[in-house]
Protein backbone atom coordinates (compact mmCIF):
# COMPACT_ATOMS: atom_id res chain seq x y z
CA UNK A 1 0.00 0.00 0.00
CA UNK A 2 1.12 3.66 -1.05
CA UNK A 3 -0.18 6.66 -0.12
CA UNK A 4 -3.35 8.07 -1.58
CA UNK A 5 -1.31 11.07 -3.41
CA UNK A 6 1.01 8.65 -4.68
CA UNK A 7 -1.58 5.99 -6.45
CA UNK A 8 -1.41 6.05 -10.75
CA UNK A 9 -4.38 6.52 -12.19
CA UNK A 10 -4.96 4.49 -15.02
CA UNK A 11 -7.99 4.01 -17.14
CA UNK A 12 -9.83 0.63 -16.39
CA UNK A 13 -10.20 -1.19 -19.69
CA UNK A 14 -13.47 -1.73 -19.92
CA UNK A 15 -13.75 -4.39 -22.71
CA UNK A 16 -11.40 -6.39 -21.14
CA UNK A 17 -13.92 -5.96 -18.29
CA UNK A 18 -16.74 -6.42 -20.58
CA UNK A 19 -15.10 -9.46 -22.34
CA UNK A 20 -14.37 -11.17 -18.63
CA UNK A 21 -18.02 -10.15 -17.34
CA UNK A 22 -19.31 -12.11 -20.34
CA UNK A 23 -16.74 -14.73 -19.79
CA UNK A 24 -17.73 -15.38 -16.31
CA UNK A 25 -21.77 -15.40 -17.28
CA UNK A 26 -20.98 -18.37 -19.88
CA UNK A 27 -19.09 -20.52 -17.02
CA UNK A 28 -21.98 -19.85 -14.89
CA UNK A 29 -24.36 -20.76 -17.56
CA UNK A 30 -22.54 -24.61 -18.56
CA UNK A 31 -21.65 -25.00 -14.90
CA UNK A 32 -21.88 -28.42 -13.54
CA UNK A 33 -20.98 -27.45 -10.36
CA UNK A 34 -21.54 -24.96 -7.32
CA UNK A 35 -17.66 -24.63 -7.44
CA UNK A 36 -17.37 -23.79 -10.95
CA UNK A 37 -19.90 -21.33 -10.75
CA UNK A 38 -18.66 -19.86 -7.13
CA UNK A 39 -14.50 -19.59 -9.09
CA UNK A 40 -15.91 -17.61 -11.76
CA UNK A 41 -17.72 -15.38 -9.17
CA UNK A 42 -14.53 -14.65 -7.51
CA UNK A 43 -12.11 -14.43 -10.76
CA UNK A 44 -14.60 -11.41 -12.24
CA UNK A 45 -14.51 -9.69 -8.65
CA UNK A 46 -11.03 -8.97 -8.48
CA UNK A 47 -10.67 -8.01 -11.77
CA UNK A 48 -14.28 -5.50 -11.10
CA UNK A 49 -12.47 -4.50 -7.76
CA UNK A 50 -9.41 -3.68 -9.76
CA UNK A 51 -11.64 -1.24 -12.33
CA UNK A 52 -13.68 -0.13 -9.19
CA UNK A 53 -10.64 1.33 -7.47
CA UNK A 54 -9.69 3.50 -10.62
CA UNK A 55 -12.88 4.45 -11.09
CA UNK A 56 -12.62 5.60 -7.23
CA UNK A 57 -9.16 7.26 -7.76
CA UNK A 58 -11.15 9.43 -10.36
CA UNK A 59 -14.03 10.12 -8.83
CA UNK A 60 -11.85 11.14 -5.35
CA UNK A 61 -9.31 13.56 -7.43
CA UNK A 62 -12.83 15.09 -9.78
CA UNK A 63 -14.51 16.14 -6.55
CA UNK A 64 -11.36 17.46 -4.67
CA UNK A 65 -11.06 19.87 -7.78
CA UNK A 66 -13.69 19.96 -10.13
CA UNK A 67 -12.22 22.63 -12.30
CA UNK A 68 -9.45 19.73 -12.96
CA UNK A 69 -9.71 19.26 -16.96
CA UNK A 70 -8.57 16.13 -17.13
CA UNK A 71 -10.47 14.20 -14.02
CA UNK A 72 -13.67 15.69 -15.71
CA UNK A 73 -13.40 14.77 -19.00
CA UNK A 74 -12.51 11.05 -17.55
CA UNK A 75 -15.35 10.93 -15.17
CA UNK A 76 -17.57 11.60 -17.89
CA UNK A 77 -15.68 9.13 -20.11
CA UNK A 78 -15.92 6.25 -16.92
CA UNK A 79 -19.56 7.16 -16.53
CA UNK A 80 -20.49 6.62 -20.53
CA UNK A 81 -18.50 3.21 -20.38
CA UNK A 82 -19.87 1.90 -17.08
CA UNK A 83 -23.60 3.13 -18.91
CA UNK A 84 -22.30 1.07 -21.46
CA UNK A 85 -21.72 -2.55 -19.59
CA UNK A 86 -25.14 -2.56 -18.49
CA UNK A 87 -26.16 -4.91 -21.06
CA UNK A 88 -23.00 -7.24 -20.21
CA UNK A 89 -23.60 -7.15 -16.55
CA UNK A 90 -26.94 -7.90 -16.84
CA UNK A 91 -26.46 -10.92 -18.66
CA UNK A 92 -23.89 -12.18 -15.63
CA UNK A 93 -26.48 -10.75 -12.78
CA UNK A 94 -28.98 -12.89 -14.89
CA UNK A 95 -26.77 -16.35 -15.18
CA UNK A 96 -26.24 -16.14 -11.32
CA UNK A 97 -30.05 -15.60 -10.31
CA UNK A 98 -31.33 -18.24 -12.79
CA UNK A 99 -28.59 -20.85 -11.82
CA UNK A 100 -29.71 -24.04 -10.38
CA UNK A 101 -26.88 -23.48 -7.72
CA UNK A 102 -28.21 -20.07 -6.81
CA UNK A 103 -29.73 -22.19 -3.44
CA UNK A 104 -25.97 -23.00 -2.50
CA UNK A 105 -25.08 -19.45 -3.21
CA UNK A 106 -27.34 -18.20 -0.82
CA UNK A 107 -26.60 -21.25 1.73
CA UNK A 108 -22.85 -19.49 2.03
CA UNK A 109 -23.45 -15.86 1.29
CA UNK A 110 -26.91 -15.47 2.37
CA UNK A 111 -29.70 -14.17 0.58
CA UNK A 112 -28.72 -10.37 0.23
CA UNK A 113 -26.08 -10.66 -2.65
CA UNK A 114 -28.69 -12.40 -5.18
CA UNK A 115 -31.26 -9.96 -4.15
CA UNK A 116 -29.22 -7.35 -4.35
CA UNK A 117 -28.80 -8.71 -8.14
CA UNK A 118 -32.73 -8.85 -8.44
CA UNK A 119 -33.42 -5.57 -7.88
CA UNK A 120 -31.12 -4.30 -10.28
CA UNK A 121 -32.26 -6.56 -13.17
CA UNK A 122 -35.31 -4.74 -12.17
CA UNK A 123 -34.20 -1.57 -12.64
CA UNK A 124 -31.32 -1.34 -15.10
CA UNK A 125 -30.65 -2.84 -18.76
CA UNK A 126 -29.83 -1.66 -22.06
CA UNK A 127 -33.27 0.40 -22.57
CA UNK A 128 -32.12 3.15 -20.07
CA UNK A 129 -28.56 3.47 -21.12
CA UNK A 130 -28.84 6.79 -22.36
CA UNK A 131 -31.07 8.09 -20.02
CA UNK A 132 -28.42 7.17 -17.64
CA UNK A 133 -25.32 8.85 -19.31
CA UNK A 134 -27.57 11.91 -19.47
CA UNK A 135 -28.45 12.09 -15.44
CA UNK A 136 -24.36 10.94 -15.11
CA UNK A 137 -23.88 14.46 -17.46
CA UNK A 138 -26.35 15.94 -15.21
CA UNK A 139 -24.68 15.21 -11.85
CA UNK A 140 -21.86 16.40 -13.02
CA UNK A 141 -23.34 19.99 -14.09
CA UNK A 142 -24.52 19.96 -10.51
CA UNK A 143 -21.51 19.77 -8.92
CA UNK A 144 -19.39 22.16 -10.75
CA UNK A 145 -22.31 24.55 -10.40
CA UNK A 146 -22.16 24.46 -6.61
CA UNK A 147 -18.46 24.11 -6.30
CA UNK A 148 -17.94 27.03 -8.82
CA UNK A 149 -20.64 29.55 -6.54
CA UNK A 150 -18.21 32.01 -4.46
CA UNK A 151 -19.45 35.77 -3.12
CA UNK A 152 -17.40 38.32 -1.72
CA UNK A 153 -18.04 38.78 2.63
CA UNK A 154 -16.27 41.13 4.57
CA UNK A 155 -13.35 41.06 2.40
CA UNK A 156 -12.92 37.82 2.00
CA UNK A 157 -14.21 34.95 -0.63
CA UNK A 158 -16.40 32.58 0.64
CA UNK A 159 -18.35 29.80 -0.81
CA UNK A 160 -21.20 28.05 0.93
CA UNK A 161 -18.67 26.17 3.53
CA UNK A 162 -16.99 29.82 4.11
CA UNK A 163 -20.06 31.49 5.18
CA UNK A 164 -21.65 28.62 7.79
CA UNK A 165 -18.84 29.60 10.42
CA UNK A 166 -20.46 33.54 9.93
CA UNK A 167 -23.96 32.28 10.03
CA UNK A 168 -22.37 31.11 14.31
CA UNK A 169 -21.20 34.46 15.43
CA UNK A 170 -22.44 35.65 18.43
CA UNK A 171 -22.92 39.09 16.26
CA UNK A 172 -26.03 38.87 15.12
CA UNK A 173 -26.03 41.78 12.39
CA UNK A 174 -23.12 38.97 11.21
CA UNK A 175 -25.19 35.81 11.46
CA UNK A 176 -27.92 38.02 9.47
CA UNK A 177 -25.07 39.24 6.46
CA UNK A 178 -23.78 35.61 6.16
CA UNK A 179 -27.24 34.44 5.67
CA UNK A 180 -28.78 36.56 3.22
CA UNK A 181 -25.06 36.15 1.17
CA UNK A 182 -25.69 32.41 1.50
CA UNK A 183 -29.11 32.67 0.31
CA UNK A 184 -27.97 35.23 -2.57
CA UNK A 185 -25.45 32.19 -3.64
CA UNK A 186 -28.32 29.94 -3.86
CA UNK A 187 -30.60 32.47 -5.63
CA UNK A 188 -27.91 33.39 -7.30
CA UNK A 189 -27.79 30.10 -9.32
CA UNK A 190 -31.20 28.92 -8.48
CA UNK A 191 -31.96 29.11 -12.48
CA UNK A 192 -29.41 26.94 -13.33
CA UNK A 193 -30.07 24.19 -10.41
CA UNK A 194 -34.01 24.07 -11.03
CA UNK A 195 -33.17 23.78 -15.07
CA UNK A 196 -30.84 21.03 -14.12
CA UNK A 197 -33.33 19.54 -11.23
CA UNK A 198 -36.30 19.07 -14.07
CA UNK A 199 -34.62 17.42 -16.55
CA UNK A 200 -33.13 14.73 -13.70
CA UNK A 201 -36.54 14.50 -12.79
CA UNK A 202 -38.11 13.96 -16.49
CA UNK A 203 -35.54 11.21 -16.85
CA UNK A 204 -35.99 9.65 -13.85
CA UNK A 205 -39.65 8.92 -14.81
CA UNK A 206 -38.86 8.24 -18.36
CA UNK A 207 -36.57 5.35 -16.98
CA UNK A 208 -39.03 4.17 -14.58
CA UNK A 209 -41.36 3.80 -17.69
CA UNK A 210 -39.04 2.11 -19.41
CA UNK A 211 -38.47 -0.35 -17.00
CA UNK A 212 -42.47 -1.01 -16.20
CA UNK A 213 -42.71 1.29 -13.39
CA UNK A 214 -46.03 3.21 -12.72
CA UNK A 215 -43.70 6.00 -10.92
CA UNK A 216 -40.16 7.16 -10.32
CA UNK A 217 -40.59 6.25 -6.32
CA UNK A 218 -41.20 2.71 -7.21
CA UNK A 219 -38.49 2.08 -9.19
CA UNK A 220 -36.19 4.02 -6.32
CA UNK A 221 -37.63 1.90 -3.59
CA UNK A 222 -36.45 -1.23 -5.46
CA UNK A 223 -32.77 0.39 -6.95
CA UNK A 224 -32.00 1.64 -3.04
CA UNK A 225 -33.05 -1.96 -1.70
CA UNK A 226 -35.74 -1.26 -0.11
CA UNK A 227 -36.77 -4.91 0.66
CA UNK A 228 -38.07 -4.79 3.91
CA UNK A 229 -40.38 -1.39 4.12
CA UNK A 230 -42.77 0.61 1.62
CA UNK A 231 -43.71 4.45 1.14
CA UNK A 232 -47.07 3.81 3.52
CA UNK A 233 -44.12 2.51 6.21
CA UNK A 234 -42.30 5.84 6.01
CA UNK A 235 -45.20 7.78 6.00
CA UNK A 236 -45.91 5.98 9.09
CA UNK A 237 -42.32 6.66 10.28
CA UNK A 238 -42.71 10.79 9.24
CA UNK A 239 -45.94 11.18 11.28
CA UNK A 240 -43.87 9.26 14.34
CA UNK A 241 -41.65 12.07 13.66
CA UNK A 242 -44.11 14.93 13.73
CA UNK A 243 -46.14 14.21 16.85
CA UNK A 244 -42.61 12.82 18.86
CA UNK A 245 -39.67 15.17 17.63
CA UNK A 246 -41.03 18.04 16.30
CA UNK A 247 -43.00 19.25 19.86
CA UNK A 248 -39.80 18.73 21.37
CA UNK A 249 -37.55 20.54 18.73
CA UNK A 250 -40.36 23.49 19.44
CA UNK A 251 -39.87 23.56 22.97
CA UNK A 252 -35.56 23.64 22.10
CA UNK A 253 -36.08 26.35 20.04
CA UNK A 254 -38.35 28.40 22.79
CA UNK A 255 -35.79 27.65 24.90
CA UNK A 256 -32.93 28.97 22.73
CA UNK A 257 -34.34 32.27 21.94
CA UNK A 258 -34.16 32.56 25.54
CA UNK A 259 -31.21 31.71 26.40
CA UNK A 260 -30.04 34.37 22.88
CA UNK A 261 -32.26 37.09 24.35
CA UNK A 262 -33.92 37.30 21.01
CA UNK A 263 -37.96 38.59 20.96
CA UNK A 264 -37.90 36.04 17.82
CA UNK A 265 -35.71 32.93 16.43
CA UNK A 266 -34.84 33.21 12.91
CA UNK A 267 -33.25 30.50 10.65
CA UNK A 268 -29.36 32.67 11.04
CA UNK A 269 -30.16 32.03 14.78
CA UNK A 270 -30.64 28.24 14.19
CA UNK A 271 -27.14 27.39 14.45
CA UNK A 272 -26.64 29.24 17.57
CA UNK A 273 -26.72 27.61 20.69
CA UNK A 274 -25.55 29.67 22.92
CA UNK A 275 -25.36 33.24 23.47
CA UNK A 276 -21.13 33.49 23.99
CA UNK A 277 -20.86 31.56 20.77
CA UNK A 278 -20.75 27.33 20.32
CA UNK A 279 -17.72 25.08 21.07
CA UNK A 280 -15.36 25.74 18.66
CA UNK A 281 -12.49 22.84 18.21
CA UNK A 282 -8.87 23.39 18.31
CA UNK A 283 -6.47 22.98 16.19
CA UNK A 284 -5.42 23.31 12.90
CA UNK A 285 -6.54 20.29 10.60
CA UNK A 286 -3.53 18.61 11.08
CA UNK A 287 -3.64 18.81 14.69
CA UNK A 288 -7.44 17.78 14.78
CA UNK A 289 -6.40 14.58 12.20
CA UNK A 290 -4.03 13.67 15.48
CA UNK A 291 -6.08 14.14 18.22
CA UNK A 292 -8.84 11.92 15.99
CA UNK A 293 -5.39 9.58 16.15
CA UNK A 294 -5.18 9.69 19.85
CA UNK A 295 -8.57 9.07 20.41
CA UNK A 296 -9.31 6.10 18.24
CA UNK A 297 -6.28 5.21 19.41
CA UNK A 298 -7.82 4.81 22.90
CA UNK A 299 -11.49 4.11 21.99
CA UNK A 300 -10.29 0.14 21.31
CA UNK A 301 -7.66 -2.00 19.41
CA UNK A 302 -9.96 -2.26 16.33
CA UNK A 303 -10.40 1.86 15.81
CA UNK A 304 -6.96 2.25 16.84
CA UNK A 305 -5.58 -0.13 14.09
CA UNK A 306 -8.33 1.24 11.70
CA UNK A 307 -6.85 5.10 12.46
CA UNK A 308 -3.39 4.74 12.13
CA UNK A 309 -4.13 2.88 8.46
CA UNK A 310 -5.82 5.88 7.47
CA UNK A 311 -3.38 8.63 8.28
CA UNK A 312 -0.17 6.56 7.49
CA UNK A 313 -1.83 6.21 4.09
CA UNK A 314 -3.20 9.81 3.83
CA UNK A 315 -6.55 8.60 2.93
CA UNK A 316 -8.00 11.70 3.79
CA UNK A 317 -8.69 15.40 2.04
CA UNK A 318 -10.83 17.18 4.55
CA UNK A 319 -10.07 21.45 4.03
CA UNK A 320 -12.07 23.48 2.29
CA UNK A 321 -10.40 24.80 -1.77
CA UNK A 322 -11.52 26.49 -4.60
CA UNK A 323 -13.42 24.21 -6.94
CA UNK A 324 -13.94 21.49 -4.25
CA UNK A 325 -16.79 19.72 -4.49
CA UNK A 326 -20.03 20.53 -1.60
CA UNK A 327 -19.98 18.33 1.32
CA UNK A 328 -18.04 14.94 2.99
CA UNK A 329 -18.67 11.13 2.21
CA UNK A 330 -16.50 7.97 2.70
CA UNK A 331 -15.52 6.13 -0.25
CA UNK A 332 -13.62 2.68 -0.64
CA UNK A 333 -10.73 1.62 -2.88
CA UNK A 334 -11.40 -1.87 -2.70
CA UNK A 335 -8.64 -3.56 -4.11
CA UNK A 336 -6.45 -1.85 -1.41
CA UNK A 337 -9.38 -2.68 0.80
CA UNK A 338 -8.86 1.14 1.91
CA UNK A 339 -11.52 3.79 2.65
CA UNK A 340 -11.15 7.94 1.83
CA UNK A 341 -12.48 10.32 4.01
CA UNK A 342 -13.35 13.28 1.78
CA UNK A 343 -14.87 16.92 3.54
CA UNK A 344 -14.86 20.42 3.50
CA UNK A 345 -13.36 21.72 7.20
CA UNK A 346 -15.06 25.46 8.40
CA UNK A 347 -13.38 25.79 11.40
CA UNK A 348 -16.44 25.09 13.17
CA UNK A 349 -17.79 21.84 15.69
CA UNK A 350 -18.56 19.82 12.30
CA UNK A 351 -14.96 19.38 11.51
CA UNK A 352 -14.70 17.12 14.37
CA UNK A 353 -18.13 15.41 13.58
CA UNK A 354 -16.40 14.23 10.16
CA UNK A 355 -14.08 12.99 11.77
CA UNK A 356 -16.23 10.92 13.85
CA UNK A 357 -19.35 10.38 11.65
CA UNK A 358 -17.62 9.74 8.17
CA UNK A 359 -14.59 8.08 10.06
CA UNK A 360 -17.87 5.94 11.50
CA UNK A 361 -18.25 4.80 8.07
CA UNK A 362 -14.76 4.36 7.02
CA UNK A 363 -14.38 2.17 10.52
CA UNK A 364 -17.26 -0.10 9.32
CA UNK A 365 -15.48 -0.62 5.55
CA UNK A 366 -12.02 -1.27 6.93
CA UNK A 367 -13.47 -3.80 9.34
CA UNK A 368 -16.26 -5.78 6.32
CA UNK A 369 -12.93 -5.45 4.02
CA UNK A 370 -11.05 -7.69 5.97
CA UNK A 371 -13.29 -10.15 6.70
CA UNK A 372 -16.15 -10.29 3.93
CA UNK A 373 -15.00 -12.17 1.12
CA UNK A 374 -17.92 -10.69 -1.28
CA UNK A 375 -17.07 -7.09 -2.05
CA UNK A 376 -20.96 -6.80 -2.92
CA UNK A 377 -21.19 -7.39 1.06
CA UNK A 378 -18.75 -5.40 2.65
CA UNK A 379 -21.09 -2.58 2.87
CA UNK A 380 -24.70 -2.67 4.30
CA UNK A 381 -28.00 -0.76 2.34
CA UNK A 382 -27.48 3.26 3.76
CA UNK A 383 -30.03 2.61 6.25
CA UNK A 384 -27.42 0.58 8.20
CA UNK A 385 -24.62 2.22 6.93
CA UNK A 386 -25.56 5.55 8.47
CA UNK A 387 -26.12 3.59 12.12
CA UNK A 388 -22.67 2.75 11.84
CA UNK A 389 -21.76 6.94 11.48
CA UNK A 390 -24.45 8.45 13.79
CA UNK A 391 -23.49 5.57 16.67
CA UNK A 392 -19.47 6.40 16.52
CA UNK A 393 -20.33 10.31 17.04
CA UNK A 394 -22.19 9.36 20.26
CA UNK A 395 -19.42 6.75 21.34
CA UNK A 396 -16.52 9.60 20.94
CA UNK A 397 -18.07 11.71 23.08
CA UNK A 398 -15.72 10.83 26.36
CA UNK A 399 -12.71 11.75 23.84
CA UNK A 400 -14.36 15.32 23.23
CA UNK A 401 -12.27 17.29 25.51
CA UNK A 402 -9.02 16.61 23.23
CA UNK A 403 -10.79 18.50 20.72
CA UNK A 404 -12.81 21.05 22.78
CA UNK A 405 -10.88 21.71 26.07
CA UNK A 406 -13.23 23.68 28.62
CA UNK A 407 -15.89 23.88 25.69
CA UNK A 408 -16.40 20.40 25.81
CA UNK A 409 -19.38 20.23 27.67
CA UNK A 410 -20.95 23.28 25.70
CA UNK A 411 -20.03 20.60 22.59
CA UNK A 412 -21.80 17.77 23.53
CA UNK A 413 -24.70 19.71 24.50
CA UNK A 414 -25.04 21.27 21.04
CA UNK A 415 -24.30 17.78 19.56
CA UNK A 416 -26.63 16.44 21.17
CA UNK A 417 -29.12 19.57 20.13
CA UNK A 418 -28.09 18.88 16.37
CA UNK A 419 -28.67 15.47 16.24
CA UNK A 420 -32.18 15.66 17.24
CA UNK A 421 -33.21 18.96 15.80
CA UNK A 422 -32.36 17.45 12.10
CA UNK A 423 -34.72 14.83 12.67
CA UNK A 424 -37.56 16.92 11.06
CA UNK A 425 -35.51 18.39 8.41
CA UNK A 426 -34.59 15.02 7.81
CA UNK A 427 -38.26 13.95 7.06
CA UNK A 428 -39.20 17.06 5.00
CA UNK A 429 -36.84 15.77 2.43
CA UNK A 430 -37.97 12.73 2.36
CA UNK A 431 -41.64 13.91 1.86
CA UNK A 432 -40.77 16.10 -0.53
CA UNK A 433 -38.97 13.83 -3.14
CA UNK A 434 -42.15 11.91 -3.12
CA UNK A 435 -44.37 14.91 -4.08
CA UNK A 436 -42.16 15.64 -6.61
CA UNK A 437 -42.04 11.76 -7.89
CA UNK A 438 -45.74 11.57 -7.37
CA UNK A 439 -46.42 14.88 -9.76
CA UNK A 440 -43.66 14.80 -12.58
CA UNK A 441 -44.55 17.26 -14.44
CA UNK A 442 -44.75 19.86 -11.24
CA UNK A 443 -43.30 23.46 -12.23
CA UNK A 444 -40.37 24.91 -10.35
CA UNK A 445 -42.86 27.48 -8.46
CA UNK A 446 -44.47 24.23 -7.19
CA UNK A 447 -41.56 22.68 -6.08
CA UNK A 448 -40.97 26.01 -3.87
CA UNK A 449 -44.96 26.17 -2.61
CA UNK A 450 -44.78 22.37 -2.28
CA UNK A 451 -41.22 22.95 0.10
CA UNK A 452 -42.61 25.29 2.04
CA UNK A 453 -45.79 23.80 2.97
CA UNK A 454 -43.48 20.27 4.06
CA UNK A 455 -41.74 22.46 5.99
CA UNK A 456 -44.16 24.12 7.89
CA UNK A 457 -45.74 20.67 9.20
CA UNK A 458 -42.67 19.34 10.36
CA UNK A 459 -40.63 22.70 11.31
CA UNK A 460 -43.54 25.48 12.43
CA UNK A 461 -41.11 26.88 13.95
CA UNK A 462 -38.50 27.62 10.98
CA UNK A 463 -38.99 31.82 10.03
CA UNK A 464 -36.29 33.19 7.29
CA UNK A 465 -36.78 36.95 8.45
CA UNK A 466 -38.62 38.07 5.42
CA UNK A 467 -35.98 36.68 2.83
CA UNK A 468 -38.31 36.40 -0.09
CA UNK A 469 -36.40 33.45 -2.13
CA UNK A 470 -36.62 31.02 0.85
CA UNK A 471 -39.88 32.11 2.40
CA UNK A 472 -41.40 31.11 -1.34
CA UNK A 473 -39.64 27.94 -1.01
CA UNK A 474 -35.87 27.77 -2.53
CA UNK A 475 -34.39 26.19 0.86
CA UNK A 476 -35.18 23.07 -0.63
CA UNK A 477 -32.00 23.21 -3.51
CA UNK A 478 -29.14 23.63 -0.85
CA UNK A 479 -29.57 19.81 -0.18
CA UNK A 480 -27.19 17.78 -2.53
CA UNK A 481 -28.67 14.25 -2.37
CA UNK A 482 -32.32 15.67 -3.75
CA UNK A 483 -30.23 15.66 -6.97
CA UNK A 484 -27.28 13.27 -6.99
CA UNK A 485 -28.58 10.55 -4.63
CA UNK A 486 -32.61 10.56 -4.85
CA UNK A 487 -34.82 9.02 -1.84
CA UNK A 488 -31.42 9.25 0.11
CA UNK A 489 -32.38 10.83 2.89
CA UNK A 490 -35.22 9.35 4.67
CA UNK A 491 -32.24 6.72 5.64
CA UNK A 492 -30.52 9.38 8.53
CA UNK A 493 -33.42 10.15 10.25
CA UNK A 494 -33.76 6.13 10.82
CA UNK A 495 -30.54 5.54 11.40
CA UNK A 496 -30.48 8.73 14.08
CA UNK A 497 -33.16 6.86 16.04
CA UNK A 498 -30.75 3.75 16.39
CA UNK A 499 -27.95 5.57 17.33
CA UNK A 500 -29.79 7.12 19.82
CA UNK A 501 -30.17 3.98 21.14
CA UNK A 502 -26.86 2.85 21.54
CA UNK A 503 -26.57 5.90 23.34
CA UNK A 504 -28.75 5.42 25.80
CA UNK A 505 -27.90 2.18 26.64
CA UNK A 506 -24.10 3.49 26.29
CA UNK A 507 -24.73 5.16 29.19
CA UNK A 508 -25.82 2.08 31.78
CA UNK A 509 -23.24 -0.67 30.17
CA UNK A 510 -20.69 1.19 27.56
CA UNK A 511 -18.95 -2.37 27.09
CA UNK A 512 -21.85 -4.03 25.73
CA UNK A 513 -23.23 -1.09 23.57
CA UNK A 514 -20.00 -1.37 21.86
CA UNK A 515 -20.11 -5.15 21.16
CA UNK A 516 -23.50 -4.43 19.82
CA UNK A 517 -21.88 -2.02 17.82
CA UNK A 518 -18.68 -3.71 16.39
CA UNK A 519 -21.01 -6.98 15.29
CA UNK A 520 -22.73 -4.80 13.36
CA UNK A 521 -20.24 -3.32 11.49
CA UNK A 522 -18.62 -6.65 11.02
CA UNK A 523 -21.98 -8.17 9.66
CA UNK A 524 -21.76 -5.27 6.58
CA UNK A 525 -24.67 -5.98 4.16
CA UNK A 526 -24.74 -9.31 4.22
CA UNK A 527 -28.18 -9.25 5.41
CA UNK A 528 -31.21 -7.72 5.15
CA UNK A 529 -32.52 -4.43 6.84
CA UNK A 530 -34.62 -5.77 9.30
CA UNK A 531 -32.39 -8.81 9.92
CA UNK A 532 -29.30 -6.35 10.57
CA UNK A 533 -31.30 -4.12 13.26
CA UNK A 534 -31.61 -7.48 14.67
CA UNK A 535 -27.93 -8.23 14.44
CA UNK A 536 -26.86 -5.02 16.31
CA UNK A 537 -29.41 -5.43 18.88
CA UNK A 538 -31.82 -2.72 17.53
CA UNK A 539 -35.29 -1.71 17.72
CA UNK A 540 -37.23 -1.11 14.45
CA UNK A 541 -37.62 2.63 14.07
CA UNK A 542 -41.00 1.46 11.90
CA UNK A 543 -42.76 -0.12 14.91
CA UNK A 544 -45.27 2.14 16.61
CA UNK A 545 -43.50 4.06 19.61
CA UNK A 546 -39.99 3.19 18.67
CA UNK A 547 -39.16 6.69 18.15
CA UNK A 548 -40.55 7.63 21.29
CA UNK A 549 -39.07 4.94 23.22
CA UNK A 550 -35.83 5.74 21.46
CA UNK A 551 -35.80 9.69 22.55
CA UNK A 552 -36.99 9.92 25.63
CA UNK A 553 -34.14 9.87 27.27
CA UNK A 554 -32.36 12.17 24.67
CA UNK A 555 -35.59 14.96 25.39
CA UNK A 556 -34.99 14.24 28.98
CA UNK A 557 -31.10 15.18 28.84
CA UNK A 558 -31.53 17.95 27.01
CA UNK A 559 -34.28 19.77 28.92
CA UNK A 560 -31.63 18.67 32.02
CA UNK A 561 -28.65 20.21 30.40
CA UNK A 562 -30.49 23.19 28.03
CA UNK A 563 -33.84 23.80 28.51
CA UNK A 564 -34.06 23.79 32.57
CA UNK A 565 -30.88 26.03 33.24
Request: aromatic letters at 14%.
Amino acid sequence: MIRFSEIEYRRPDMEALEAAVTEAARKVRGAKSYREVREAYFALQEKEMQADTMYTVCHIRNTVNTADAFYDSEMRWLREAEARMIPAFKTWQKALTESPFRGEMEAEFGKQLLRKMDAALMTSDERIISETIREGELQQAYKKVTAGAETEFRGEKCNFYGLLKHMQSIDRTERKEAFEAWAGLYEQISGELEAIYGEMVQLRNTKAQKMGFSSYTDMAYIARNRFDYTQEDAARFREQVRTTISPAVAEIREAQKKRLGIDRMHYYDEALKFPDGNAMPIGTAKELVEKARKMYREMSPETGEFFDFMTEYELFDLETKPGKHMGGYMTRLPSLQAPFIFSNFNGTEADVDVLTHEAGHAFQGYLSMRSIPVAALCGSTSEINEVHSMSMEHFAYPWMEYFFGAQTEKYTTAHLLGALCTIPYLVCVDEFQHAVYANPEMTPGEWRKTWREIERKYMPWRDYDGNGFLEEGGFWMQKLHIFLYPFYYIEYALAQICAFQYYGRMKENRTAAWEDYLRLCRAGGTKGYFELLETGNLLNPFRDGTVEKSTGHVIEEIRRRYIQE
